[in-house]
C-alpha cells in the first residue's frame, strides 16, 4: 500500500475512533504508535522505538520524553504526547525542550495524535524553536504535507535534506498564517492596495473603505472556493483532462447546467472506499466520477466498472448505492461511517472485475 494510503486508512480509523479515546496512553496506543508504523519503523523494536526514554537533565533525575526513534543506538526524533484533542501549547512541552538540548536528536514532535507538530533548531543552534516548521494533521491534510512529511520516513530519513527544506517551511507557513488573516479581516493598507486601480482619483473614505473590506473577504473566499474545486477534480479523475469524443460533443450542451461540485461528504467516502478494498486491489486504481445526481466511485476510471454511486447531495439524507450486477441496491446510511458495514459486499462487486484481467 503506498505511503499516502496508509495515511488516509489510518485516518479512517481514527475518525472512527477518537471520541473513544480518553487517555494519554489510549492516544499513543492507537494514535501515535501506528503513524510511527506508516512511518517505517518497528515500534516493538526497543533498538528502533524507545518508549519512555530516560535522561539526567541538569538538576532534574529520571525525566522520561514519551518516544525517541532511534539510528545506530542513538536519538534522531523525539515524541512528546499529549492525549487525544489535548491542548498543544508550546508551554506543554517542557520536556520535550529539556531533551532536545541534551540528545543528538535535531527533530522534536509534539502531538495529540491527530495534530502532528515539527521542532528543530532554526533559531539557535541545539536549542528548540519555539514555533513548528511543519504540522501535519491526519484528519486534514494534502499531498504536499505527505510529501514532507515522507522525509521523517525510515526509508528516507537525512538529516541534512530534512533541514535544507525545514527553513523554507517555516516562513512558507508564516506567510500563510499573514494570507489567513488577511482572508478574515483584511488590513486597511492591503484592502488600498488591491482597491487601487478602482478608486483612482477617489479619496479613500471610510465608506469606501469598509465596502471593498466586504468585497475582497468575498473575492478571497470565491478565489479560494473555487481553486480547490478545480484541484479536487483534478485529484480525484486522473483522466477528466482527456476528453472522449462524446464528452466533447456533449460539452457545449452543458454551459447552461449547473455546476458540478464535489462535496467534503463525497471526498470522505471515496477514502473510506478506498481503505476498505486496499487488500482487494491498489488503491490508486479506485477513482471517483462526480455528476449532479451522484458520484460514481469506479476501477480504473471505467464506467463499465461501477463500484458504487455515492448519493450525497442532500446530506441530511445519505444514500450508497452498490450494484449487484447492473442492478443498484439503494441503501440509506445514517452516517459516512456506515459504509464500513458494506465492505464485504463493495469487495464482492470489486472482484469479479480484477478476476476479468
Known amino acids: 500500500m503506498d505511503f499516502i494510503d496508509q495515511l ?45 526514554l530516560i535522561a539526567d537533565v541538569g538538576t532534574k533525575k529520571g525525566e522520561k520524553v514519551d518516544y525517541a526513534i532511534l539510528r545506530d543506538g542513538k536519538p534522531i526524533i523525539l515524541f512528546e504526547c499529549k492525549k487525544c484533542g489535548g491542548d498543544l501549547n508550546i508551554n506543554h512541552a517542557s520536556q520535550l525542550f529539556r531533551y532536545f538540548h541534551v540528545t543528538e536528536a535535531r527533530f522534536g514532535i509534539l502531538t495529540n495524535g491527530i495534530v ?18 511543519l504540522e501535519f494533521n491526519i484528519l486534514d491534510f494534502k499531498e504536499q504535507d505527505v510529501e514532507e512529511l515522507k522525509k521523517f520516513a525510515k526509508s528516507a530519513f537525512d538529516v541534512e535534506t530534512i533541514l535544507t527544506t525545514a527553513n523554507e517551511l517555516k516562513y512558507t507557513r508564516a506567510i500563510q498564517n499573514i494570507l489567513s488573516d488577511w482572508m478574515a479581516n483584511p488590513s486597511e493598507d492591503f484592502v488600498r492596495l488591491v482597491s487601487a486601480e478602482f478608486l483612482v482619483g477617489k479619496r479613500f473614505t471610510p465608506a469606501i473603505k469598509d465596502q471593498f473590506t466586504q468585497i475582497t473577504k468575498r473575492a478571497f473566499r470565491q478565489l479560494i472556493g473555487d481553486r480547490i474545486n478545480e484541484r479536487l477534480k483534478v485529484a480525484m479523475t486522473p483522466e477528466a483532462n482527456v476528453a472522449t469524443e462524446e464528452q466533447a460533443i456533449q460539452k457545449p450542451q452543458e454551459t447552461d447546467a449547473p455546476q458540478i461540485s464535489t462535496s467534503p461528504e463525497e471526498i470522505e467516502g471515496f ?18 466520477r462526480d455528476a449532479q445526481s451522484y458520484c460514481a466511485i469506479l476501477l480504473d476510471d471505467n464506467n463499465r466498472k461501477p463500484i458504487c454511486r455515492l448519493r450525497f447531495n442532500n446530506t441530511e439524507k445519505l444514500v450508497l448505492g452498490l450494484f449487484n450486477g447492473k442492478d443498484e441496491e439503494k441503501i440509506l446510511l445514517s452516517g459516512i461511517d456506515d459504509i464500513y458495514i458494506h465492505a464485504e459486499k463493495l469487495k464482492a462487486t470489486v472482484l469479479p472485475y480484477i478476476q476479468q484481467n
Open 271 to 288: 477514502h473510506i472506499i478506498r481503505a476498505v478494498l486496499h487488500d482487494v486491489v491498489t488503491p490508486r486504481r479506485i477513482t471517483m
Open 116 to 133: 502532528y507538530r515539527f521542532f528543530t533548531d532554526l533559531e539557535q543552534p541545539n536549542k528548540m524553536d519555539e514555533k513548528p516548521f
Open 8 to 52: 488516509r486508512s489510518l485516518a479512517a480509523r481514527i475518525m472512527n475512533t477518537k471520541d473513544m479515546i480518553q487517555t494519554e496512553e489510549a492516544t499513543k496506543n492507537a494514535m501515535v504508535m501506528p503513524f510511527m508504523q506508516a512511518l517505517g519503523y518497528n515500534v516493538f523494536d526497543p533498538l528502533e522505538v524507545t518508549p519512555e
